[in-house]
């Protein structure tokens, strides 16, 4: 099994990245929430990996965080009807933060804005996963929440993207904002920094 891949990156695209290793390139399906945080052409990159074995292909997919890693492999052997490519545009949309949070919080009408993902599919989501995440199986630093405990989530990054919902971004646009502000502040950032950073657009 493939869990990592490390090398140089020689291309990328919005959902492709290709990582050079001992002379040989990789090509690695990524999701735009990992997209964001490739560094430049030429620049090493170490991607948490999942390969997944078909009778036509043979497909690697990468994540920049173990988390993301885990959360899509959990999408395609937890939840019936998902396969890798609706899994890869779940993750693409929301950050596996909102999307926990989603599923904790039995919030169907925003997983249901992910690409692929209708009503029932959301529904599905919920059911099949909110107690495997309510157990704490992908162990999550960032979020905390059961499903009989919605209180305010505790990180920087999601209390940036309460507030920015409260001061009127739709979810999936905070959660956008607010991811786009981490990258650029970096992991410590306060919850303050990322608002401001939201804001400011640059």
Known sequence: MIVSIEGVLTESSLLRAVVETGGIGYEVQVP??????????????????????REDAQ????????QERDFFRLLVEKVSGIGP?????????????????AILQSDVALLSKCPGIGKKTAERLVV??????????LASPSISLSPADTAAPTSPFADAVAALVALGFKPADADKAARKA??????????????????SGS
């Open 128 to 137: 099949e996963l909110r107690d495997y995440l309510s157990r704490g199986a």
């Open 32 to 53: 735009l929430t990992t997209t964001e945080k490739l560094p430049a052409i030429g620049q090493k990159v170490r991607l948490h990996t999942l390969a997944v074995y």
């Open 59 to 66: 497909l690697l997919f990468g994540f920049a965080t173990r």
């Open 182 to 199: 981490q990258n650029q502040l970096g992991a410590e950032a306060t919850s303050e920094q990322l608002i401001r950073k939201a804001f």
């Open 85 to 101: 490519k609706t899994a890869l545009s779940i993750l693409s949309k929301l950050s596996v933060q909102m999307l926990e949070q």
